[in-house]
């Protein structure tokens, strides 16, 4: 069974899914688990209290893949028939089952409750039913149908993950033992290039049909996944290592980062590494740089904070930009933006002083300075540069995509300096 | 038709979501969407970017429900599938469709781009599509197969609910006219009362069965969704009127705002009614209330600025705080947050100073002020009031409910002075 493809599928149940309310967040967590144990999704379904529905989508999983996971419908109220529909559909009569039965009434004796009480409703399972975690309070449990693997889990995210990790991973090691795949893969976190332009430096790559590529905008930046697994059991860490290093030449310096590391994670580590200090002069972003800075732990060590001029008066009494140059260049210029890094700067005595000035929108752009307009300075003890741009999108997304290329200066400008970079 | 309840299913496609690498937010959001304007959801299915699997999916969907929509897999790139697989399915092979084709043209045309660009590829669409959006730059399209409406769109959540709320409603409402059943829906958003408590003070109300209350933690709040539905071709406006008054009355001030209202809507409407302006001195959130303030179009008006004092430097040089005063009672204290809160408002002349001082964790803790210790002052030209709060959580857990609770102190504050609430 070596290299072969252990499938399965996911049902989630509940109206409050169907109905939008609650965004379902378990299934995509079962599914990324499971990808990472080695086994693929071939879909996931989300589907209301109905019993005649469930039914249906779980005979028709067992009918598709190796082994099912369903989550939701097996509280104790009226609204809960997932069991009910199991055993319609499965064709095996609900009994009490004796072992959840007898873990219920000890819970129930403990807290001096009623024994008829409507808890007892949860052992009454599906014949075959086998708890997952004898031990614990709230139990799902599995069934083996047509020699096949059915989990059943609460719709509780968190009792679920923790089910999902402890007992049914372990149980389809063990029902499918050297089935998985091995598994390599990177995440590839790019700012400043398109989707497509990605695509296109990429696409001239000739790489082996195992090698899956993926490129996903998530706003502002590209994300491109490589993944590698092992389909013809030869181990993939070689080709996987291979492939990385092509994409990470191709690329260059627009790759930010990698999987779980975020921009201002980078951006951190690189100030830490370099023994910097930065502060802050954010207008149009109000405070988000700053705060993006400090959602990193121990931030404060580099970090040494900053002023948000969201007003004329805060840009000359906090910053010392001249009034007379606010009133002939404008707050939102070059100029200011330049004298707004030097005076965070100076004022801190920061290594590094950013700043940037701009039009979030929608309303106040001008012909000249349309909505978007944004300028960034970045002032250091030998020199001051600054940046325009101008980007485009609702103001959440323009002060989202301005945090970002702030943050991306500073990355580019640290990287140059401690020679880890060619390109300007 | 009237009362006869229109069944939809989506269908979401990618690789990026069966592995659980990206969450599926689009289906939800639709689904929500859907169900407010009157429909009912059926099923949710997310499959990965196989014509074979996709080309099922939609066939079984156009043989249970009135209406399908499917989202992803429309881009540029290699791995966008969708059109491939339809084609295949429905039997409707691609070409290129003109309206889009001419769209993409001009589009590239304006932007000096090589016209044979693989944004061409947009444009070849199975036989029978039709643009949803023949004015904008990326569309979806329809197709009517089986006499049903089905909706292709972008996986990109931002382009595919702007699709859905701007084009797929009103051609579903056109397509099905009057079948929809009118729906009387409203979120209550409360905080700091706890879910537990919020559902006792309700549960004591003796509400018709049609009258439909759900409870949601959505950290740091708790929203309470009231729904009910003309199940029996009744008006159910008078109902729900009632009902919102007596869920206004038991939670009073607890409520911050409703349906779409955030916090910082909220607290900046009450700041311009009441003509008041604000500045911050933010330490632990490090910008966080001041971004949160400026997402705000319009906020200049209200919002002067503020100053994140991630070091002792900065509370000393920008806030004036007293150095002696940090060295005796400690950066994170009552009396360094008056002294923050009275510094950032005399300094900027706002009629409001808020402050907050803390430990965001996960280090930094003492036995005396462990992690989640947190001091707020709030400063008017009368009086400065400082507040103590232990919050727990992760480092943006604290982050995010120390925000929340200082745009709640201003919240507070504002309604008693303007006469609007009794309690203190």
Redesign the interface.
Known sequence: MYGKRMKGEIIAIGN??????????T?????????EAGY?????????DSPS?IGE?LKRAIDSVDFVIVTGGLGPTDDDLTNEAVSVALNRPTMPNPEILSLIRAHLDEISCSPVSPLEKLAWLPVGAEALNPQGKMAGYQLIHDNKPIFFLPGVPRQTEKLLTDHVLPRLATWYPGSRLSTCRR?FKIFDMS??EV??RI?TLNLADDV????????PEVHL?L?IRDIRGNNPEPLFRNACTVVNTLLGDVIYGHDQESMELVVGSLLRNTGSTVA?A?S????????K???I????DY?????????N??KI??LHVDQALIESKGAVSAEVAKAMAEGIRT???ADIGLSVTGI????GGTEEKPVGTVFFGLATAEHCRVWPFKFSGS??QI?EITAFTGLNLIRKYLLKKSGRTTSS
Chains 1, 2 share one sequence.
């Open positions: 409050e899914l169907t109905s939008g309310r609650i965004a379902n967040t299934s995509g967590f079962a599914a990324r688990q499971l990808f693929e999704i071939h879909a996931m379904h989300t589907i209301g529905l989508a995440l989707e497509m695509n296109a696409a899956a590529i993926g490129y996903y905008p998530v706003f996944s993944i802050m954010e149009c972003t109000g405070g988000l740089i700053s705060h800075i400090t959602t732990p121990g931030s404060s970090f040494l904070g900053g002023v948000t001029s969201y007003s008066a805060m009494n906090y004022g801190t005595n979030a929108g929608p309303d103001r959440e002060q």
